[in-house]
């Protein structure tokens, strides 16, 4: 595997060991599903790979672990969803579980008359797999297990990699991982206002906030560090870097909470699994309530804006209109408004060319024009001959300009401090003066991923902000 962040690599660290906590009844039933999913089947060719391909079951190891292993980052999202599968594997264990959830493809004509699920012929498993995929039951949402299960083992299937980066199902499918020469910098651009939280311990924090320039008291008893600044800002995507950026040039001292880590070009490996599981939120696996759209959000120093195609869409006229005018928001109505766009898009270098388009964009391209459609092309915060294609695992080359590079960058140089691995947690709110129900916040409780909390305790001037995220509100200040 070539250079890259040892996070970012593949192969399972085997000191890691599988945390899904599904029993050994649960893993033979899952196994089975694994096999009618995707059946070992005999393929006499001289193409090494892919006979390989065929002849591969999903019952082998270690895929249904490292499906189950999937499994479990639904738990945040749809918590409901792994006890549902636990509950409806159990069931399958059994052979009048099996009955009530399979119907009459359990049956035989000789003792014991019934099967348990894993003892179904493939071609009848496979049926009634099928029937699941359609079933519309309310009380029994087979049909989100199936799913689930199908998603999971499908995307280890085709995602997982040895700790050499290689996948045997590649080669047979013709996939290839981005190699391109990446870009390799001298220095980080943001050490100067970087502390990694995963490479601190108790005795080397307080010293590395205190080189930062921040006011550090420990409190010993309640296990807290407590942390004085004047602003507050929760995640660093587009949002957030841009508020850092102007509120340090503004002379306030900044502290940027980041609960994933700091990767840079020659960091990134294009590896779909390893890099969906440390550069996106929950794994890249976070779907909606109604499990019909899986949200992609970054969840690393840059957001959105360091896994993102690099598409810059400003608002359009009729949605401004339609902001002022019905939600009664004269802001976006305004020339102040515009002004800011145009000054976003200046620092991330958007441009309106794009000399190469990818395949999948011409493909789109030419259907719409074939039937008639207007295709307009989509601005980017990268350069005319920027063409990637992996852009969503980390940009290799350096090309697209995400807060990381850009805003970050120039709240850094005016002192801000960049806290990664730090996940806040809650607000710390307090009455409002003279008996108002209104609530003033004074600081933000963050945990750090070695488990050591941090309270960010301000004063009453301070303004504590959380730019829009998925978890966060607006704004808060006091």
Same mark, same amino acid.
């Given at each position: 595997m070539e250079d890259c962040h040892p996070l970012l690599r593949g192969g399972r660290r085997k000191e890691k060991g599988y945390s899904h906590g599904l029993s050994t009844t649960h893993m033979h039933v899952l196994a089975s599903i694994c096999d009618t999913l995707f059946p070992s089947i005999q393929f006499n060719n001289e193409n090494q790979p892919l006979s390989s391909f065929y002849t591969t079951s999903g019952s082998q190891f270690p895929f249904p672990d490292e499906? @189950?292993?999937l499994l479990m980052l639904f738990k945040r999202s749809v918590p409901e969803a792994l006890p549902l599968v636990k509950w409806i594997l159990r069931i399958l264990s059994f052979r009048l579980g099996t009955l009530l959830l399979c119907g009459t493809y359990c049956l035989q004509w !000789? /003792?014991?008359? $019934? =099967?348990?699920f894993s003892e179904i012929a493939l071609e009848k498993r496979q049926e009634m797999l099928k029937s699941w995929s359609n079933a !519309? +039951?309310? /009380?029994?949402? =087979? #049909?989100?297990?199936f799913v689930l299960l199908k998603l999971s083992f499908f995307y280890t299937l085709f995602s997982r990699t040895d700790e050499n980066g290689n996948?045997?199902?590649w080669k047979a499918i013709g996939y290839k991982v981005d190699t391109r020469e990446k870009l390799k910098p001298k220095k980080r651009p943001l050490q100067e206002g970087l502390i990694e939280t995963t490479h601190e311990t108790d005795s080397t924090l307080i010293q590395s906030l205190n080189e930062k320039g921040l006011e550090v008291t420990e409190d010993e008893e309640k296990n807290l560090y407590k942390i004085k600044c004047d602003v507050v800002v929760v995640g660093s995507g587009c949002g957030g870097g841009v508020a850092a950026a102007v509120l340090a040039k503004s002379g306030h001292k900044v502290i940027i909470l980041e609960k994933g880590e700091y990767f840079v070009s020659q960091d990134y490996s294009s590896l779909e699994n390893s890099s969906m599981g440390e550069l996106y939120e929950s794994g890249g696996i976070m779907p909606t309530i109604d499990g019909k759209t899986m949200i992609l959000a970054g969840s690393t120093v840059g957001g959105g804006s360091a896994i993102n195609w690099a598409a810059c869409v400003r608002t359009p006229d009729s949605v401004m209109k339609e902001w002022s005018e019905k939600y009664k928001l004269p802001l976006f109505a305004s020339s102040d408004y515009r002004s800011a766009m145009d000054s976003v898009c200046k620092r991330i270098g958007v441009t309106d060319k794009c000399n190469k388009e990818s395949f999948q964009n011409q $493909? =789109? #391209?030419?259907? +719409?024009?074939s039937i008639g459609l207007k295709v307009e092309s989509v601005s980017v915060n990268a350069s005319a001959d920027h063409y990637c294609g992996s852009c969503n695992y980390g940009c290799r080359t350096g090309d697209k300009k995400g807060t990381?590079?850009?805003w970050l960058v120039d709240a850094v140089e005016n002192g801000a401090v960049i806290l990664t691995g730090c996940k806040a947690e809650k607000f710390i709110l307090q009455d409002g003066k003279n008996g108002t !129900? #209104?609530?003033?916040?004074?600081? $933000?409780?963050? @945990? @750090?991923?070695w488990k050591t909390d941090y309270e960010i305790q301000t004063s009453e001037t301070t303004f504590i902000s959380t730019l829009f995220n998925l978890f966060g @509100?607006?704004?808060l200040k006091t």
């Open positions: 499906g @189950a292993e !000789k /003792w014991p008359f $019934v =099967l348990k !519309k +039951c309310w /009380w029994l949402p =087979l #049909r989100d297990v996948n045997p199902m $493909v =789109l #391209r030419k259907g +719409c024009e990381d590079s850009t !129900k #209104r609530k003033n916040c004074s600081g $933000v409780t963050a @945990a @750090a991923s @509100a607006i704004s």
